[in-house]
């Protein structure tokens, strides 16, 4: 006769022990799953030659631009066409990004900085796995590719989610989205042609937009602090959504007849959220309480004389508790 333990023979426990070893197991291997679709994802965003049209909705508006992408020697090389409204033109390598802007007859010229149309997945996805789900979804089709479908899912209000499409076998992305609580989409990305892995010509990543008679802007001229990258913050936030770390501090000048701001930047891994803070100016309106543009979200107060802007792709929420816990260093 088997042993009983609470109406159960050991036999039915040892079989409910081993079902939930495998559901356990089950979830593991899908959790590191998802975090391979998107670690491969990020290098084919990053290695892969690809050109490709895509429309970029947000804030109620839609924008329809061409992207070529090439890898050689030099390194990475990109050109971005706007093919709606202005005919704009941004030129990055690994060094350098170059905005063409024929509107106002303007070059803008500085130190490259990653693409932020695209999501920039960070190397350990093992640390934000403590404040997003990331799950597979199943798979789905996209303008005649397979495609895998990865969420990343808060696990707390303070944040944004994800998903992302992914071609099975380059693992390029396909289609992005930023969800908010109710899993719609905020803002989103979608191409509508792409062909990957494709010889690209070194003339197709030449601007079309010469900028003979231009007012060249170049980042080097906008003046800041002697030592931006130097010193510690004059100012501290007290209150910070968990898993939110400073990755940033400079000092910088944001007008021309202002004082040295501060500039802090705070990051979980995938979201970032900017923290502005520089005397008032006079005669200017000081800005107070919330602000959204779309997915971009803002919150403004003044202390003690000063201006205190929070910004960030994160809900209304998560910029209002940081904007309202900035106070001086030392300050209690």
Known sequence: ????????????VVNRLVLILLCCCGQVSAAD????????????LK????????????????DVMRIIHRVDDGGQRERLVSLTGSARE?????????????????????????PQLFPVVPDDLAAISRYYQLEEKGSDQIIGYSAR?????????????????????????????????DGKAIEQVVFTTLD?????????????LT?????????????????????????AVRQLPTGFMLSDFRRRRLHEQGSDAE?????????????????????????????????MNAYGTVIDGYQVTVVGEVPPATVKMIATSVSRQGSS
């Not at 391979?36 to 990020?42: D, G, P, R, T, V």
């Not at 994800?162 to 992005?176: C, V």
């Not at 891994?269 to 005397?279: C, D, H």
């Open 47 to 62: 290695q892969l030659d690809y050109d490709g049209t895509f429309v970029y909705q947000h804030n109620g508006r839609l």
């Open 90 to 114: 941004v030129l990055r390598d690994d060094r350098s990004v170059t905005c063409i802007l024929p509107d106002n007859k303007s070059v803008m010229f500085g130190q490259s900085r990653a």
């Open 196 to 208: 990957i892995d494709t010889d690209i010509p070194a003339s197709e990543l030449q601007p079309s």
């Open 149 to 181: 479908v990865i969420a990343v899912t808060p696990k707390d209000e303070f944040r944004y989610g994800y998903r992302f499409w992914i071609e099975e076998d380059s693992r390029m992305l396909l289609k992005s989205d930023l969800t908010g609580a």
């Open 33 to 44: 799953t998802a975090s391979q679709w998107l670690n491969s994802m990020s290098d084919a």
């Open 211 to 235: 900028g003979d008679g231009y007012t060249w802007h170049r980042q080097t001229e906008i003046k800041t602090a002697e030592d931006p990258a130097q010193g510690s913050p004059g100012w």
């Open 1 to 12: 006769m088997h042993a009983v333990v609470r109406g159960m023979t050991v036999h039915d």
């Open 263 to 295: 500039h802090m930047v705070f990051t979980d891994g995938m979201a970032t959220v900017s923290v502005y803070i520089e005397r008032t100016m006079p005669e200017t309106d000081a800005f107070t309480g919330p602000s959204s543009m779309g997915a």
